[in-house]
């Protein structure tokens, strides 16, 4: 469990979403919670369009247990506040609509649990596929690099037996070689016994030498073979984990959905039920008004929001290049600036200091990876997280270990992957276009995390990649 909550819990009287967002608030150095679903708003799904998406995850929820006979919000009709006022003339007409706000509202949540529940097992099996998928380029990876050790041995040893067999045979002859070999020993019976065992030796030696050659190039060549295996093994498990990938993301929009409709709808339910039950002279209008003004100051609130965050980005991103052209954009254990400006439209992904490097390490938690596939940059709970470059948004949900996590897709076979976000510190959605440096989300200490940092990969072709490298190359420090 990270830091900031027990996840999937509703809270039917606070936005599931404004919990979330609230729990991860608790360091006072994340975004508010306006900012940040602001940022979810305008990154270019509508709740609307999310809705229809919802519904169109229908086959790939029900998986994951979750079913078409369960009462589903997304196809609910909801009470006007004419239904309302028409159901307070009558009681036995009061009672049904106060049993059919509460179902509305049970079923809201109910769909919401349920939807999260599926999107989180969803993410633990793309997960699974993915680092499957890692393992194996690793294997394939290892095997041919022994193979290529030892044809290297082979090649070596080949040419030092050549080098012995000229010596013998230089001349071209047989009776030549052993003439001149032996020329001038006849008069001198011990110089003969020498010379007759040092090409003994010498062609023992070269017999020796022969077999090793023999030895490594088959040893090349069964390597070679089972390096080839291993390659098709891993081409299958990077299509299953892109497959697992696909349906991770649909039961994610799902859950967004199902979030998204009940952020919409139940404070108006709740304050429905409330003039249904309510015995005193206040009127529907009044509940009505309430929630009207609710409204228009929760709208207020976001616009001040967007404005905010845009002027907060504006700064970030101009205090980054003054820290790049001071050479203080930070890497290798110091500070640094997300957002600094590298090479060819790259910019440094997050703020602070390197955490953790990449390949081999101790596992620094019982469920944490003794293979580093990234890089992790600590700056804080709350952070922002930029795009490292542009491209589009082809992944944003749970990932198993990897907590919440976005990828993005650059082009020309190049991905970015972002994982621990906090919970509810999605600033994008699957399928957004986004700009170098645009803000994509905040950190946070999910999955298999001991703090709050993030966790950065790079891959080529779908494979994983030094990202230090990778960066260094472009002239970014991390």
């Not at 991860?24 to 979810?40: H, I, K, Q, V």
């Not at 070596?156 to 052993?178: C, P, W």
Request: net charge negative.
């Amino acid at each position: 469990m990270s830091e900031f909550g027990e996840r999937g819990r509703v809270d039917v009287e606070q936005s599931p979403m404004d919990a979330a967002l609230e729990a991860g608030d608790s360091c006072n150095c994340a975004p508010s919670t306006a900012e940040r679903r602001t940022l979810w708003d305008k990154s270019g799904l509508t709740r609307r369009n999310a809705l229809g998406v919802g519904v169109l995850s229908v086959a790939a929820l029900s998986a994951f247990g979750i079913g078409s006979g369960v009462s589903a919000a997304y196809a609910a009709s909801y009470p006007s506040w004419d239904d309302v006022q028409r159901a307070k003339q009558n009681e036995a007409a009061k009672a049904s609509e106060v049993s059919r706000i509460q179902g509305l509202i049970q079923s809201l949540t109910q769909k919401v649990a349920e939807t999260q529940a599926a999107a989180e097992a969803a993410g633990n099996e793309f997960y699974e596929a993915q680092q499957a998928y890692f393992e194996a380029i690793a294997e394939a990876e290892a095997l041919q690099a022994q193979a290529d050790e030892q044809a290297q041995i082979a090649d070596e040893s080949a040419r030092k037996a050549g080098q012995v067999a000229g010596q013998l045979y230089r001349n071209g002859g047989d009776d030549t070689a052993l003439e001149l070999f032996f020329s001038g020993s006849a008069a001198n019976a011990d110089e003969l016994l020498s010379r007759l065992g040092t090409m003994d030796k010498l062609l023992g030696y070269n017999q020796s030498v022969y077999d090793k050659a023999v030895a490594a190039r088959n040893s090349a060549q069964s390597l070679s073979d089972q390096a080839a295996v291993a390659r098709t093994e891993r081409d299958r498990l990077q299509k299953i984990a892109e497959q697992k990938m696909l349906a991770a993301q649909q039961a994610a929009t799902a859950a967004q959905a199902a979030l998204d409709e009940q952020t919409e709808y139940l404070g108006t339910l709740q304050a429905q039920l409330a003039a249904l039950k309510d015995t005193t002279a206040k009127t529907v209008s009044d509940y009505q008004e309430g929630e009207r003004v609710r409204k228009a100051a929760e709208e207020a609130r976001r616009r001040a929001a967007a404005e905010a965050a845009r002027k907060a980005a504006e700064e970030a991103r101009r205090a980054a290049e003054e820290a790049a052209k001071n050479n203080n954009s930070g890497g290798g254990g110091g500070g640094g600036g997300g957002g600094s400006a590298g090479t060819g439209g790259w910019v440094r992904p997050h703020g602070g200091w390197r955490s953790a490097g990449f390949g081999w390490r101790p596992r620094p938690c019982s469920t944490c990876s003794s293979y580093h596939y990234g890089v992790d940059l600590a700056n804080g709970c709350g952070a922002p997280i930029f795009a490292a470059h542009s491209g589009t948004v082809d992944y944003a949900g749970p990932n198993g270990n990897y907590g919440n996590y976005i990828r993005i897709q650059h082009g020309g076979g190049v991905a970015t992957g972002y994982a621990h976000i906090v919970n509810g510190g999605f600033a994008v959605r699957s399928g957004a276009s986004v700009s170098a440096g645009q803000v994509i989300a905040y950190a946070g200490n999910t999955g298999a995390s001991v703090g709050c940092h993030l966790h950065f990969e790079v891959y080529i072709n779908g494979g994983y990649t030094n990202p230090i490298a990778f960066l260094a190359a472009r002239g970014i420090s991390v």
